[in-house]
């Protein structure tokens, strides 16, 4: 399960659902471990490949220098 750090007042926290502390049946000396998970690394190629959108290039032209761009 995937939480969030939330400001909760002065301090941050993380909120558990209730229907899932239920369905763990966590007593009052049982544990629950927190840990971090690892950004995942991927490379702009792999990124290219991932994009489901839209192809928002437009098609263009080398065309010859005009007024300043000489």
């Known amino acids: 399960m995937k939480l969030k750090l939330q400001k909760w007042g002065n301090s941050k926290g993380i909120r558990i659902p ?5 369905s763990l049946n966590l007593k009052t000396n049982d ?5 971090k998970v690892p950004k995942e690394k991927i490379s702009l190629e792999e ?10 290039a437009k098609e263009f032209t080398w065309d010859s220098p005009q007024e300043k761009e000489i």
Not at 31 to 35: A, L, R, T
Not at 48 to 56: D, H, S, T
Request: glycine share 4%; net charge positive; hydrophobic share 40%.
């Open 47 to 56: 990124r290219f490949l991932k994009y489901k959108g839209e192809n928002l």
């Open 18 to 22: 209730n229907n899932i502390l239920k």
């Open 31 to 35: 544990k629950i471990i927190i840990s």
